[in-house]
């Protein structure tokens, strides 16, 4: 909030604006006002930070010493007044008004204020240029920024200066704009100090004049302009310490425009080059580029003869000890220079020529001079360098190092050669390399003059001044005298310029002007330049023999000293003066300075360089040759110490009225530059350099006040606050205050309205002046203003905010006594309802008692019961374990004894068992070896011998079957074997039972037999035994016990086992499952994701594709306006747009003009610039390569359909037999017709041969009568039987390609959907095993049919020979038959018709049957030769007819005459079957028009090029003329004319092509031939006879389809031609919408009062109220409306028309978030409503068309985005949260660009703080999206024409008259 300050007078000389008591006055209107309140924002001094902000913390009171301050840490001050001017502190500005783009916007103009918010712009909004009034304050960020490309370009193209935000190419623009408009020159001067970024900021804008205006003369001059920025950085710029890339010289660039303001040329001029560079830097320093980028390159091949190496190994490159700049490659960047020299036309040898002069000046400075002597010096021999240098340079080595350490002295008389001490000697070859490289930077820059020169005559120019701004160091010498003398003249320019401006500003708007005090610097100027002057005593002192530094600087104390007050000494220096310049002092030491004026160097040292072998070195001394030595070449120097030659007094005034010092050139180059500039209309720009350490965006304040003050700014804002700096129009200032008016105040009149309130407002009138048009305040006014505007809406907030509290207060009580009552309510129903719960509760413990007993008592006796029954229970159990434990062990001893006596049986048995078999062993190896001894006496005999063998045989046999039987025994054991162990176990208990009886009864036997001992004995052993068996039990029972558990572990084991199987398992099918439904989704979503991008890829390809088109359209066009440029007059021009698909269908004549007219061309071109050709030709080539692979790939495509149509063969034949059964029947019925005819022609003939009478050709005979019946019941019969023999064929061949396309598409298909199918390796081989197969199939097939088709084309050929033989003989007999009379001719035509046919049906007999199918192709094919013979017979008929009547007319005649003669007057005469009287039924119209050769260019003209869409075409039926052009397109075809179709597609073509050129910003006539072409292209798919486009055909339509051609080629030339129709069409409807959408989106106030008015300062913007003249929404509704009317009144398909709108719309939002993103003004919350708003309106206007489908929403999508972000809060992590998901549509340089734009209107609304942005951006960082800023304005979606069939029938249209085409016939 703004408060006001005691008023204090002061003196009106002291007087300072912007302090807080004149803008207290000012904003009181009352001077005599002493009260000032506290919280007023004011600027204090601050040492850090020049400027620090405070706040009053208590009021100040007349006399008062000091100010209470609270500063923005929090601390307090204590701020002292200066006790002599008691001046307050300078004011703040309202927050409102920081930031803004222009710095005289900003009520208080004042330093801190201007330094603010360049702060606050540069630091926190991330913005680099601001305005102050006329001039572009830039400030180097030190960084690459996105805001030069070519988009940006665009943006600011064409418009106004205030529209859009700060940049250079705003000023580019509004110099481009004046230049065209004022018919003046314009200057650009970029000016400030070293590292400000002077060099960038004029190349940019000379990119910008390069990039708008273009060339003139197709010479590429905008890219030489833009080419000579590479040499002249090289070799005029080098490394400073404050700026890598610094220019050391000062350049004005002449940019020369021609009448159309298009870029014919450029000239350069430079100042004051930085000499003494070459041979001297200081620390950090570096030389100029060139050299380091030659030392960098030294390896390459064609460096080798330089004899180079590092640049560390020369002193002129190393004396500053960095030679490397970080990011900066010098091999690179020479390859860049030396790319430039060659486009500007500096060809190798000239290069390599400047790089060899070059590489000798560096060997030069290593030449090293020793001391001779005290006086004198030499080089030493055979020196390496200079070796080097005179090789280089072509010079002699004794001479150059003779006058190296020698100079030559001349006197009256004689002249003297003297030697030169060491420092002499060095210091002239430093001046020798300075002057060498002056004299080569100078060649350079004329050679780059002369390529930018052309021949065209020049209009009018831009300059561009890149000069060195103010400098000031340690250590000031000549250099920097210069620079800052120039700055004194620019300076005055500039001033001298902003008074003027103010003034016509004043006097245009009638107000009283007074003269405004500023600074005049002309003081200084005159101090520097004037007669005594310092220059002046400077060239005085150079002119004087001994003329030294130190006796000029005494000349300056003694002439300036006292007389001029700018003029002052340093106190402790007699070598130095200070210069009180217009920005700072600065001290200037004198060391140098003569040396420097002066520029000397040894004239013999030139000598020896001009009489060089090195052409190029003594071309850069010519001009000096001329100045010093016009008498010829010099004397030959030689190795004499001492010459005596008498001088040319003539060559020495020569030479002395030439020679210049450099202060007197400089001042000399200086006036002329001034000269210029106040000859044009000057543009500022101030290039300000924030910090000293190149840190990006990082802002130091002193340095920014130094610069500021140095460069104007200050002065321009002192300028513009001395008198009403704040301007509004009256319709800003009604709409920003009308808070502040009454109803009763407003008045029709603004401008009185106006008037009226500002009286009441301000009461002192001279704070505020009224204009034509503006109004015009003090400063500190709109301070004032804001004041009570904020005041009126806090005012109107308090009261809103009262209402709605009190509403929300008595809503609150309403609530909280409805809440009351509520309760209360609630309350009682709750006690009442405890109450009732109390009795019911009481009642139910009664009955919870009575039943609570009962059950204790039954449980009590429950208890009792239970237990006594357990006692009994427990203790019955006992007995009867008892007695079971009893029972056990008896039954246990028992089992004890029966197993012991057992055992002992057992063994007993087992004794004598043994002692048994024993025995049975003994006695049986007995006998053995007595039988052996039998066997061996028996073997020994040979009978035995024999015997044995003789029953062998037997024994085998018999062993064999023993074996058998055996084998069978086996089985059968086996088999009773399982049995018996089946059965074993079952009575294994019986028998162990039944064996211990036994052994216990075999032990009884024994024990009865044995003595007692023995039984004791055994007694004994079986208790041992006993044990042992006991032991062995246990150990059974114990191992049987560890393996049931182990078995029970297992079983177990193997249960979890096969638990965790069976969950293994279902985790298996689970996974599987969820596998495979994983794989389906990814399946699913891999396949959407690859339909995606093969639309995107389908989307990508149709737009390259179009850019091709529009492309090659554009170099079509291109080559026409050259043609149209050089052709001469009387020459021809011939239509150059043929395409080439359409160059091939060209007819002869035609293409004999063209090839003509292109040779005409090609000789007349070869003058023009051969790197254009080159450029043309190349594009041609790659376009052409372009079209030929997709010409490729098409037919690769058609390929892979052929071989999928061959499959289908087989399946055709079959179709085909059915067909050739149908030809059959056509046939039978044939034959029945002709038998009907033969009977006809029978009848006919006895007729004719039964009355032979004289009046059988009479009218009336009967003969007469049957012959005409006859006669037109043949005609009838011909009609209708040509007829069906059409349909038949149309049928037939359109049955066929269906059957071909279907079961191709269906094989393609299936294909496709198998191949997809087959995943696996072992499925893929399958297919392709399968394929195979299917692929020999289809071979073989494909070889049959070949066969056939070889044979049935033979069988053709043969039926073709018989038809022209046939043909013949008809031609024969009908000449024959024309030399007969009438009869004899009607009876001799009849008569070899019923003999062809009666042949024809015999041999239809007496065919084989079993022909028959053979019969049946025949009859196929004979249909069409049918055809054919009907149509000649048709011919010929017709031919008949018209000889009948003329013979019949004659008949007519002469009954007449015979009825006149013999007729009786009551008698009737039969006339009404005269034949002239019987009409003749017309055919049906087929759809064809006729039209003749020679009448196709009135067709063409008359129908496409003089037709007018707003003239006869409004009533026409939609479409009408390509209807027109494809029926006698049709007709053409049914003729079977390729000519005529050629000729008449190609003429189409081109007529279309120039009526576009002719009329191509027309949008009707676009419109209108971009439906035509387009329906014109449907019709020929329509009726082009394919399956695919005849689906939607009547039979009717399909009649009409094309018959004899193919013309999908010349579909792809029309579709072609559509498309470029297109484009064209959207480039008309964009410049239309172009200037509208601004204005009507962003400017107008769609919603009166959302939107208030900011001050704008100087550079107005255009007014957002919508006056007259001014577009709206409205007028972008109702141009849209007149956009689709017109479009659908043309008959545009309704696709199309969509995707014209979906273009339209991305146009509307990309130009008005372009322009969003560019204009401060417009971030604001109440401009993201409007837009809203606006978005809202068209999306209705969609709705309302029907259009929401079309996809124009979406387009709109990143504006709407745009507008929501600046309605949304931005302070927390929240709503970065929810920023970062609502804007997808946006890419994060425009998000942020938006946040950083973000200003706002009034005081309630807050900036967007740096935190939050950066918030943002760390958000999305991990966007992949394009760092582009703007959206791309020329982007056009690709076109597609979706085939729409039309429902018209061809025969049902009817030409206009109105269109001139009588001369075509219906068919």
């Known amino acids: 909030m703004i408060q006001l300050y005691q008023v204090l007078r002061e003196n009106p000389e002291k007087r300072r604006l912007g302090t807080a008591s004149e803008l207290g006055a000012d904003l009181t209107g009352n001077i005599t006002g002493l009260k000032t309140f506290k919280s007023a924002r004011v600027w204090i001094p601050d040492v850090e930070e020049v400027w620090k902000s405070a706040e009053l913390t208590k009021d100040y009171k007349n006399g008062d010493t000091s100010l209470q301050l609270l500063l923005e840490d929090g601390s307090k001050l204590e701020h002292k007044l200066d006790p002599k001017t008691k001046n307050l502190p300078y004011l703040r500005n309202p927050d409102i008004l920081v930031g803004e783009n222009d710095l005289t916007a900003l009520s208080y103009l004042h330093e801190p204020a201007v330094l603010h918010n360049l702060k606050v712009r540069f630091i926190d909004s991330k913005l680099i240029y601001t305005y102050c009034g006329i001039v572009l304050v830039a400030i180097n960020p030190y960084e690459t920024l996105p805001i030069y490309g070519t988009d940006i370009i665009n943006a600011y193209s064409g418009q106004n200066m205030g529209d859009m935000d700060p940049h250079i190419f705003a000023v580019a623009e509004e110099a481009y ?93 430079t100042y004051l080059l930085e000499k003494s560079r070459v041979v001297f830097q200081a620390d950090e320093e570096r030389n100029y580029h060139i050299f380091y980028q030659l030392c960098a390159s030294s390896h390459l091949p064609e460096f080798k003869n330089l004899k180079l190496s590092n640049a560390n190994n020369f002193l002129y490159t190393w004396q500053g000890r960095s030679p490397v700049i970080d990011g900066v490659d010098d091999t690179k960047e020479l390859c860049t220079t030396r790319h430039a020299f060659s486009l500007l036309g500096i060809n190798e040898s000239y290069q390599m020529g400047l790089f060899q002069v070059l590489a000798a000046i560096l060997h030069l400075g290593n030449v090293e001079i020793k001391d001779r002597d005290s006086d004198s010096s030499i080089i030493p021999p055979k020196n390496n360098h200079l070796t080097a240098f005179c090789d280089l340079v072509g010079v002699t080595y004794e001479d150059m190092a003779q006058w190296l350490c020698h100079r030559k002295l001349k006197t009256a008389t004689e002249t003297y050669i003297k030697t030169l001490p060491r420092l002499q000697a060095t210091n002239a070859r430093d001046a020798l390399s300075k002057h060498i490289y002056a004299k080569l930077f100078n060649w350079i820059v004329e050679h780059v003059n002369k390529a930018l020169i052309t021949n065209i005559k020049q209009h009018s120019f831009i300059g561009v001044l890149d000069i060195y701004g103010f400098e000031t160091f340690e250590i000031n010498s000549f250099e920097q005298f210069c620079i800052n003398y120039a700055n004194e003249k620019l300076q005055q320019q500039f001033n001298m310029h902003v008074f003027k401006l103010e003034q016509e500003e004043y006097m245009k708007e009638q107000i009283p002007w007074t003269l405004i005090d500023f600074y005049d610097n002309q003081p200084c100027i005159n101090l520097i330049e004037a007669k005594m002057g310092v220059l002046d005593l400077l060239d005085e002192e150079c002119r004087m023999p001994k003329g030294s530094d130190d006796s000029w600087a005494q000349k300056l104390y003694n002439t300036h000293l006292k007389t001029c007050s700018l003029f002052e000494k340093p106190r402790m220096s007699n070598r130095a003066f200070i210069i009180q310049h217009f920005a700072d002092k600065v001290e200037y030491q004198c060391e140098g300075f003569l040396e420097k004026n002066k520029d000397t160097v040894n004239e013999e040292q030139i000598k020896v360089l001009k009489a060089s072998k090195f052409n190029l070195l003594v071309e850069l001394f010519q001009d000096e040759e001329k100045a010093t030595s016009p008498m010829g070449p010099p004397a030959g120097a030689g190795g004499r110490t001492r010459l005596s030659i008498k001088p040319d007094k003539s060559r020495d005034t ?12 400089f001042r000399n180059s200086l006036q002329m530059l001034m000269e210029t500039l106040n000859a044009t209309t000057p543009h500022y720009v101030r290039c300000i350099k924030p910090n000293d350490f190149k840190q990006a965006f990082s802002f130091d304040p002193k340095r920014a006040v130094q610069q500021l003050r140095a460069c104007g700014v200050l002065e321009t804002i002192r300028i513009s606050a001395a008198g009403f700096p704040s301007r509004w129009t009256y319709q800003e200032f009604f709409s920003r205050y009308r808070v502040l008016m009454k109803q009763k105040d407003v008045l029709p009149d603004k401008k009185l309205t106006c008037r009226n309130v500002l009286e009441k407002l301000v009461q002192d009138q001279d704070k505020y002046q009224f204009g034509k048009t503006k109004i015009f305040f003090r400063a500190g006014q709109v301070a004032y203003l804001e004041k009570l505007r904020a005041d009126k809406l806090r005012a109107a907030c308090i009261r809103i905010q009262k209402t709605i509290r009190c509403w929300l207060a008595r809503k609150k009580y309403l609530r909280m006594r409805n809440a009351a009552i509520t309760i209360q309510r609630f309350t009682r129903g709750y006690q009442a309802r405890c109450l009732a719960k109390f009795m019911r509760r009481t009642r139910a413990a009664t009955v919870i008692q009575k039943y609570q007993k009962m059950y204790v008592a039954r449980k009590r006796y429950r208890q009792k019961q239970a237990a006594a029954l357990a006692i009994q229970t427990i203790l019955r159990a006992y007995m009867a374990r008892q007695k079971y434990q009893a029972l056990l062990r008896e039954h246990k001893v028992v089992i004890i004894q029966k197993h012991a006596r057992g055992w002992l049986a057992r063994r007993w048995y087992k004794r004598c068992l043994h002692s048994i078999v024993y025995l049975q062993c003994c006695i049986r190896r007995m006998r053995a070896k007595r039988e052996l001894k039998k066997l061996k006496i028996e073997a020994r005999s040979v009978e035995h011998f024999k015997k044995l063998n003789k ?115 279902d985790d298996l099918n689970r996974l599987i499952q969820e596998q495979s439904q994983q794989m389906t989704e990814k399946m699913a979503r891999t396949i959407a994701a690859e339909t995606q991008q093969l639309e995107k890829d389908l989307n990508e390809e149709r737009s390259r594709y179009q850019n091709l088109l529009t492309e090659h359209l554009r170099l079509e066009e291109k ?43 090609e000789d007349l071109t070869r003058g023009m610039d051969t790197s254009l050709t080159l450029k043309l030709q190349k594009r041609l080539t790659e376009l052409e390569q372009e079209k030929q692979s997709l010409r490729n790939e098409l037919e690769n495509k058609e390929e892979q359909f052929q071989r999928a149509r061959a499959r289908d063969e087989t399946e055709f034949k079959k179709a085909r037999g059915a067909e050739l059964e149908y030809e059959s029947l056509k046939r039978q019925e044939l034959e029945s017709e002709n038998k009907k005819l033969k009977h006809d022609l029978a009848e006919m003939r006895k007729s004719l041969l039964g009355d032979a009478a004289a009046s059988a050709g009479a009218p009336g005979s009967p003969a007469y009568k049957v012959l005409l019946d006859q006669l037109n019941a043949s005609c009838e019969e011909l009609e209708v039987r040509k007829e069906e023999v059409l349909i038949l064929r149309s049928q037939l061949v359109s049955q066929k390609e269906a059957m071909q396309h279907k079961e191709t ?72 038959n024309l030399q007969l009379p009438p ?16 042949n024809e049906n015999l041999e239809l007999v007496a065919d084989d049957p079993t022909a028959s199918r053979e019969a049946r192709v025949l009859i196929l094919r004979r249909m069409v030769d049918l055809m054919e013979q009907l149509e000649k017979q048709d011919r010929t008929i017709r031919k008949l007819k018209k000889q009948l009547k003329v013979y019949s007319k004659r008949i007519g005649e002469m009954g ?23 009409p003749r039924r017309e055919k049906d119209f087929q759809g064809m028009l006729e039209y003749k050769k020679e009448d196709e260019l009135k067709l063409v003209k008359n129908l496409i090029i003089e037709l007018k869409p707003r003239g006869v075409a409004v009533n026409l039926i939609p479409g009408l003329p390509a209807y027109i052009l494809f029926m006698c397109l049709r007709h053409a075809d049914y003729v079977n004319d390729d000519q005529k179709v050629r000729t008449l597609l190609t003429s189409t073509i081109n007529s279309i ?64 031609l559509a498309i470029q129709i297109y484009q064209q069409l959207i480039k008309c409807m964009e410049n239309i919408l172009q200037p509208m959408i601004v204005s009507g989106m962003l400017e107008h106030e769609t919603i009166q009062g959302v939107s208030g008015v900011k001050p704008t300062g100087l550079r107005k913007r255009t007014s957002s109220i919508a006056d007259e003249g001014t577009y709206t929404l409205d007028s972008i509704l109702r141009q849209l409306n007149a956009f689709h009317s017109t479009m659908c009144q043309h008959g545009t398909d309704p696709e199309l028309i969509k995707q014209v709108v979906k273009q339209q719309f991305y146009i509307i939002g990309a130009v008005t978030l372009n322009n969003l993103l560019l204009r401060k003004d417009m971030c604001s919350w109440s401009k993201g409503m409007q837009i809203r708003y606006n978005v809202s309106q068209l999306e209705e206007w969609l709705r309302d068309k029907g259009l929401m489908t079309c996809g124009a929403k979406e387009t709109l999508e990143p504006l709407i985005q745009a507008a929501q972000l600046l309605q949304v809060k931005k302070k927390t992590d929240e709503d970065a949260e929810a920023i970062c998901s609502m804007c997808l549509a946006l890419t994060t340089a425009q998000i942020v660009k938006v946040l950083n734009l973000y200003t706002p209107v009034n005081e309630f609304e807050e900036r967007v703080s740096v935190a939050f942005i950066r918030t943002i951006q760390t958000r999305l960082r991990d966007r992949c999206e394009s760092p582009q800023l703007l959206m791309d304005t020329k982007m056009i979606y690709p076109i597609t024409f979706p085939f729409s069939p039309s429902s018209l029938a061809l025969e049902t249209i009817q030409i206009p008259s109105s269109l001139n085409l009588g001369f075509l016939t219906r068919v």
Not at 1138 to 1143: P, Y
Not at 1145 to 1159: C, D, L, M, P
Request: proline share 1%; aromatic share 6%; charged share 30%.
């Open 1305 to 1376: 598409m269906t094989e393609v298909a299936v294909h496709v959907e198998d191949v997809s199918k087959l995943k696996d390796a072992d499925e893929l081989k399958q297919a392709y095993i399968g394929l195979k197969d299917t692929n020999r199939l289809l071979e073989h097939q494909l070889q049959t049919q070949r066969r056939s088709y070889d044979s049935e084309v033979e069988s053709l050929r043969g039926e073709l020979q018989n038809v022209k033989e046939e043909n013949n003989r008809q031609q024969q007999l009908l000449a024959q």
């Open 1456 to 1478: 007449a005459g015979q009825a006149e003669g013999q007729t009786s007057p009551g008698q009737m005469v039969d006339e009404p079957i005269h034949p002239v009287n019987i």
């Open 1119 to 1161: 080559y026409d306006d050259l043609k149209e440029h050089i052709s001469k007059p009387g020459h021809r021009r011939t239509d150059s747009t043929h395409s080439s698909n359409e160059s091939e269908y060209t007819y002869n004549s035609e293409f004999a003009e063209s090839e003509e007219g292109s040779r005409a061309a």
């Open 1383 to 1398: 009869e004899a001719r009607i009876e001799a035509s009849l008569q070899h018709e019923i003999t062809r046919l009666t």
């Open 177 to 269: 704009k004046q230049m065209a408009r004022d018919e003046r020159n314009q200057s650009i001067i970029v000016s400030g100090e070293s590292g400000a970024g002077k060099t960038v900021s004029a190349k940019y804008a000379m990119r910008y004049f390069a990039t708008v205006s273009g060339s003139a003369s197709e010479a590429n001059v905008e890219e030489k302009v833009l080419a000579s920025n590479p040499i002249m950085e090289a070799i005029g710029n080098a490394k400073t310490t404050r700026n890598d890339n610094s220019s050391r010289f000062g350049k004005y660039i002449e940019i020369g425009f021609d009448n159309r303001y298009r870029i014919i040329g450029a000239n350069m001029r």
């Open 951 to 1065: 029953g062998m045989e037997n024994k085998i046999m018999q062993l064999q079957r023993k074996i058998d039987e055996q084998t069978k025994e086996n089985r059968t054991i086996n088999e009773k074997l399982v049995g018996l162990e089946s059965s074993y176990t079952t009575e294994s208990e019986r028998l162990r039972g039944e064996l211990g009886r036994l052994r216990g009864v075999e032990e009884d036997a024994k024990c009865k037999g044995n003595q007692v001992n023995s039984l004791l004995e055994e007694l004994e052993k079986l208790k041992k035994e006993l044990s042992t068996t006991q032991q062995e039990k246990k150990t059974i029972e114990d191992w049987a016990q560890t393996y049931r558990d182990e078995m029970e572990k297992m079983v177990s084991e193997l249960k979890d086992q096969n638990g965790s199987l069976k969950k293994d398992k």
């Open 1553 to 1616: 092509k120039k009526i576009l050129k002719k009329r191509g910003d027309d949008f009707e006539t676009v419109s209108f031939w971009l439906a035509n072409t387009c329906r014109f292209l449907h019709c020929l798919k329509q009726y082009s006879g394919e399956e695919a486009f005849m689906k939607h055909n009547t039979a009717r339509q399909n009649e009409h389809c094309l018959s004899n051609f193919d013309l999908a080629e010349y579909r792809q030339v029309i579709s072609d």
């Open 654 to 665: 020569s030479s002395k009225e030439h020679k210049k010092t450099v202060g007197c050139q």
